[in-house]
């Protein structure tokens, strides 16, 4: 079993930057692929990054390729998503998945989610 707790979002102006976090529980997290999601409203859940276990892949849509970075501290247990160069249509609630195999893009392929922070950029 893995918890995951996100932090970090907020308000921001377009063009800021934010940086989420997710806290994993579990003293396997280090063998579980991460990734964030986005869902804004009326809109399906969407990929926005994934992270290989071990930290030496990473996978973005062409919609934050180059604004948007994943990062991962297993000594921490934690996984990081930094935002560059914000546009309001990033407006959603982010939330961070878990699974125990190879990167995937999909929502029905991630097995744990934390509850969502809510990020909203303004014009």
């Known amino acids: 079993q893995v918890q995951l707790v996100e932090s970090g979002g907020g308000l921001v102006q377009a063009g800021g930057s934010l940086r989420l976090s997710c806290a994993a529980s579990?003293?396997?997290?280090?063998?579980?692929?991460m990734g964030w999601f986005r869902q804004a409203p009326g809109k399906e859940r969407e990929f926005v990054a994934a992270?290989?276990?071990?930290?030496?892949?990473?996978y973005y849509p062409d919609s934050v390729k180059g604004r948007f970075t994943i990062s991962r501290d297993n000594g921490k247990n934690t996984v990081y998503l930094q935002m560059t160069s914000l546009k309001p249509e990033d407006t959603a609630v982010y939330y961070c998945a878990a699974r125990a195999s190879a990167i995937q893009f999909t929502t029905t392929d991630y097995d744990y989610w934390g509850q969502g922070t809510q990020v909203t950029v303004s014009s």
């Open positions: 992270i290989s276990w071990i930290g030496g892949s990473t």
């Open positions: 579990g003293r396997t997290f280090s063998r579980y692929t």
